[in-house]
């Protein structure tokens, strides 16, 4: 099924979303997470549940002031998207894993306490960016993006795979065998083991 409705609700464990089809713009809290496994679900509330959001199938969309809370992990399967293309201004999560699509747009994509251990392999597109404000992300797979890459002091990113935009680090940023297409300005601690900066 899907969900859609104004109504607030609370997530004690995870609710599946097999046949996603409606506009949510209520808000869930609690301690469970989210699946969308099939269609698209657009969520245009606050939502604050603190368990992961899985894109096993199918769409995620986040609209206007539409959000998941920031200490939610997102992992997005190879059949799934995750679409914050239309918020008003961008979105904060976790981290970011699996081998799915996201669409930026001109939106940025803030991940706060990234887990070393999530490895997101898909591609992220859009003229939008991500940073990495608080833990360390690793990107392995060919990003399209052509935003700014932004890694904040006291965060990281690995990157074995590519951004096709610019690099700001004020962390550590590991370019260990990727690609940044754009140009590199760096404040904080950079290797490239292997890597190619524009």
Sequence with gaps: GSLSGTASGTLDGTLDLTKASSTYSGGMSGSGGLTVSGGTETLTGANTYTGATTISGGTLALNGTGSIADSSTVDVAQNGMFDI????????????GGAGGIDLGSQTLT????????????????????????????????????????????????????????????GTTDVNGGTVAGTTTNTGTLTAEGGTLA
């Excluded at 293309?85 to 970011?96: E, P």
């Excluded at 939008?128 to 904040?152: C, F, K, Q």
């Design 85 to 96: 293309s239309q918020t008003n201004s961008g979105a904060s999560v976790k981290d970011i």
């Design 111 to 170: 991940l706060t306490a990234a887990d070393p251990d999530t490895v997101y392999s898909g591609v992220a597109s859009g003229s939008g960016g991500l940073t990495v404000s608080g833990g360390t992300e690793t990107l392995s797979g060919a990003n399209t993006y052509t935003g700014v890459t932004t890694v904040a002091s006291g965060a990281g990113l690995s990157l074995p795979g590519s951004v096709a935009g610019a690099l700001t680090t004020a």
